[in-house]
């Protein structure tokens, strides 16, 4: 079974800095699939950024880009200057590749609640 | 991206009774999946709806307490059943947008008291 661990209950940064979310994860699998959700207070769900295992390019969005150490299980998420609507939980989440093109769950880390000061 | 609209937003619900939640998406999905959110948790995966067949259960989820229903292609419900406080969470349906993730409705926030 896979597992998502983010070691950091609570996270802040000043508005315009740069903060970076850590997440590893476990699994057997070599084909899979790697997310960033944000969700607000709003409880949304909102899709931050994705990466798919097979590619070595970490993936970027604007402001958001990822450091994916494949070997090291690790999935890290880099908001480069941080604005006040960045404040929300952060969720990063394992999806395995199904090979019959099906769908697959989700497995997602406790969380990050990331807090965006002024 | 699929858009979906899940109803209730909220509500506040009596011990022992039962509330049901409507997702319904704009486009024909093979798969929905419900999560619960326990209050400052995760997301956890409650079943697996599949149209024309019996939902799939996750370890710890039972169809007598959360009846799935999946009737076509665009829509499923989702009952809670004989409800205590510990079924206080938000509810979330979600529907696969292929590798790019998947897209969530807005959440149901329910209250048992």
């Known amino acids: 079974a896979q597992t998502v661990t983010q070691s950091q209950p609570e996270m802040s940064v000043q508005e315009a800095e740069t903060v970076t979310l850590s997440c590893t994860y476990d699994?057997?699998?070599?084909?899979?699939?790697l997310f960033w959700y944000k969700q607000p207070p709003s409880r949304q769900m909102i899709l931050v950024i994705r990466?798919?295992?097979?590619?070595?390019q970490n993936a970027t969005e604007n402001r958001f880009s990822v450091n994916f150490q494949k070997a090291a299980k690790s999935f890290s998420l880099k908001i480069s200057d941080s604005q006040l609507g960045d404040t929300a939980m952060y969720f990063c989440?394992?999806?395995?590749?199904?090979?019959?093109?099906?769908?697959?769950?989700?497995?997602f880390g406790k969380g990050t609640k990331l807090t965006v000061n002024p | 991206s699929a858009v979906i609209s899940q109803k209730p937003s909220r509500d506040i619900c009596q011990r022992g009774t039962s509330l049901t939640i409507q997702c319904q998406v704009d486009?024909?999905?093979?798969?929905m999946f419900w999560y619960r959110q326990q209050p400052g948790q995760s997301l956890t995966l409650i079943a697996t709806a599949n149209q024309g067949s019996e939902a799939t259960y996750e370890s710890g989820f039972v169809i007598d307490k959360f009846p799935i229903s999946r009737p076509n292609l665009t829509f499923s419900t989702l009952t809670v059943s004989n409800m205590s406080p510990e079924d206080s969470s938000i509810y979330l349906c979600s529907v696969e947008t292929g590798a790019y993730g998947y897209t969530f409705g807005s959440g149901t926030r329910l209250t048992v008291v």
């Open positions: 989440a394992f999806m395995k590749h199904h090979a019959q093109g099906g769908s697959e769950k989700l497995v």
């Open positions: 990466q798919e295992a097979y590619k070595q």
């Open positions: 486009s024909q999905v093979t798969m």
């Open positions: 699994t057997s699998e070599n084909n899979y699939y």
